[in-house]
Nanobody, 125 residues
Framework: QVQLGESGGGLVQAGGSLRLSCAAS????????MGWFRQAPGKEREFVAG???????RYADSVKGRFTISRDNAPNTVYLQMNSLKPEDTAVYYC???????????????????WGQGTQVTVSS
């Protein structure tokens, strides 16, 4: 059974940094990929960043140059380093996983089969 658990969210001032972690059990990085999505109140869930089994990465335009996704295969953990945070980054951040192989990470939530419970990130101005 695949389980994903996020941690690292919190309250930070604009311009600050946070690092989110997602620990995956029951899943190996020898196939598929992982992604981070976020959902702000009243908005749809949106893609933030993803990493494939082969290490390919992809970012939303809104976070390019500020966020970095990385992984450790042992333990199976994916990280999202978030720098230069802005108030518009405030959202619940979700970790997601898929066992499908993509050349580049998919940006579509429906391509990810497994989801964590989410962690709140709040950026104050």
């Amino acid at each position: 059974q695949v389980q994903l658990g996020e941690s690292g969210g919190g309250l930070v001032q604009a311009g600050g940094s946070l690092r989110l972690s997602c620990a995956a059990s029951g899943l190996t990085f020898s196939s598929g990929g992982m992604g981070w999505f976020r959902q702000a109140p009243g908005k749809e869930r949106e893609f933030v960043a993803g990493i494939t089994w082969s290490g390919g990465t992809r970012y939303a335009d809104s976070v390019k140059g500020r966020f970095t996704i990385s992984r450790d295969n042992a333990p199976n953990t994916v990280y999202l380093q978030m720098n230069s945070l802005k108030p518009e980054d405030t959202a619940v951040y979700y970790c997601a996983a898929t066992q499908r192989r993509f050349v580049l990470p998919s940006t579509r939530p429906e391509d990810y089969y497994y989801w964590g419970q989410g962690t709140q990130v709040t950026v104050s101005s």
